[in-house]
């Protein structure tokens, strides 16, 4: 009895075995996943330096003063220049300053609108605008800009305003504004002295009127 009990006691007492041994799987990402998350984390120190960019430009665009923010329009003919190719003068010469020009084939000018305009004191008095017919003629002023020149062959004693076309009106123009013009030759027949021309109007970057113009062009 004796003997048993010590036996037992030492098996209680003794280490236990070890489990038996089970097989263990380790994970390793293929290498399509280590390529994206690799790009994946790259990419946001490029977003993040880029909205920092975007956030820095707006920053110094609202300290620049606002006179300092806009350029000039650039001057490619100026009034004088103007004066020796058309022959209108005040109170209808409605082109102030070229800004571009291609002779024979395109022009863009523009008309400062000032309330000292001669037609506002009847259009209207109490409201302002510029009258549809004289952005019109703005145009085709324009237009003789294109066609008045030696690679065209106009002459300025036979040059004249034939027809128009298609005329759309889709803004008021008035007092303040700045009218920006561009005037395309779209058709020259040369045997019978007819130009055809595409114009357009703008304020602000919107089209304000547009439509197309016959010119009746002459010889010298």
């Known amino acids: ?41 790259r990419s946001y120190p490029t977003l993040f330096t880029t ?34 190719i058309l022959p209108h003068r005040f109170p209808f010469l409605l082109v102030d300053r070229v800004i571009e020009h291609n002779p024979g084939v395109s022009a863009v000018a523009i008309k400062n609108v000032t309330i000292n305009d001669n037609f506002f004191p009847g259009h209207f008095p109490e409201r302002p605008i510029m009258p549809g017919v004289l952005m019109v003629e703005a145009m085709a002023q324009v237009g003789g800009l294109v ?7 106009g002459s300025r004693e036979n040059f004249f305003f034939a027809g128009i076309d298609k005329v759309r009106f889709r803004k008021p123009v008035v ?3 700045t009218l920006v013009m561009r005037m395309t030759l779209i058709k020259l027949q040369k ?23 016959l010119m009746a062009t002459g010889s010298e």
């Not at 045997?191 to 113009?213: L, Q, S």
Request: charged fraction near 20%.
């Open 191 to 213: 045997r019978f002295g007819i130009a055809k021309m595409e114009g357009k109007a703008y304020v602000g970057g919107e089209v304000v009127c547009e439509g197309e113009f």
């Open 175 to 177: 007092a303040g504004d």
């Open 51 to 84: 909205r920092s960019s975007l956030d820095a430009a707006n920053d110094t665009k609202q300290d620049t003063p606002i006179e300092l923010r806009y350029a000039a329009f650039p001057t490619v003919m100026d009034i004088n220049q103007i004066r020796e």
């Open 147 to 153: 066609m008045l020149q030696p690679e065209v062959g």
């Open 1 to 41: 009895m004796a003997m048993a009990a010590s036996a037992f006691s030492n098996s209680l007492l003794s280490s236990p075995s070890p489990p038996p041994h089970r097989p263990t799987f380790a994970w390793s990402p293929s290498r399509s996943q280590v390529n994206l998350r690799s790009t994946a984390f």
